[in-house]
């Protein structure tokens, strides 16, 4: 006899980004982030108890790919997940967003990943003391950012004296003290780019064990972490947009200068930045971005300006649009 259990489980998108790493997927600095809507992935495990046998399906195909990697990381996380000798799990997922989109997909897949084999040890009887906080310490041993993807709305990972109950762990969510202006926040994601990406976030994170300017940058994360708290608390946009930004330079400003060296933004992602901030300027309304490792751009605005920055996307002619805003973290389905 068999049993599926299924979840759903957001992307996210960093304020404060996580960059850089050491030991077994712990954060060189803390890092905090959006959960969103509508960039999902859901996963379901259809298991019974049989030989031990790993098959994964991705949009109902078989992906050798990342059936590879998910054996990996199921492996490298059996002190956790004891119950995978004895049986076989039929894996099956899929996003609600163009894979081809160029948007980061280890934080939701790895999330919902990691919500159905917790759910999966619960029923079989192991003892799970805090569900989602297992969900997310096992997310962030498949991919770091997915540790934030379990939690809705304002996500910190990493251990921070300002936050009580941080760990390089897993993350917790930090809704309590949020200002109102930014319920339902926008991201709107500009796809400059379709195509893989040029260098790996494994790779990029390698880059800083020996980037020469690796400890101001972290010294500059934890200021911005400080003042980024303060902002979330307080609705200071212009604090939000001047951190959010600085953060978003400095993770491309150390790819630049890495050796090997990347430049991962496109002439497009160039032109929507300085159109971003012409428009700021001229309108007063506060519409800032941010990037991943990538050319893509992500538009972040409150709700009471949506019509408004739709009209300034179209002037900006990208031809792939997706229209995101703070949400839920992992549910079953
Ligand atoms: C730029 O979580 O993809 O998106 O732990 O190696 O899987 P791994 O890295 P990953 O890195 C994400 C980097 C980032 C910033 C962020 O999301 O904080």
Redesign the pocket.
Known sequence: MSNIHTYESPS?I?LI???G?HGN?LPNNP?I?FSLSNSKTITSIEYKKAEANIEFYFEDKRNLDFEKRIKTFLNNNKGILAFINDYSLKISSKNTFPHSAGI?S??SAFSALSACLISIKQDLGYKVDNFEKEVSTLARLG????SRSVYEGVVLWGKTDLIKNSSNEYAIPINDNIHDIYKNYHDDILIVEEETKSVS??AG?KLMDINPYRTEKYNQSNINLKNILSALKTGDLDLFINIVENEALA?HAMMMISEPSFILMKPKTLEIINAVRNFRQETKIPLCFTL??GPNVHLLYPDRYFSKIQSFIKTLNTKNIINDFLGNGILQV
């Open positions: 996210n960093a980004k996580y960059w790493k997927q890092s982030s980061a280890s934080a991919s770091g950012s997915a976030s494994s994170h993770l991943d490792a």
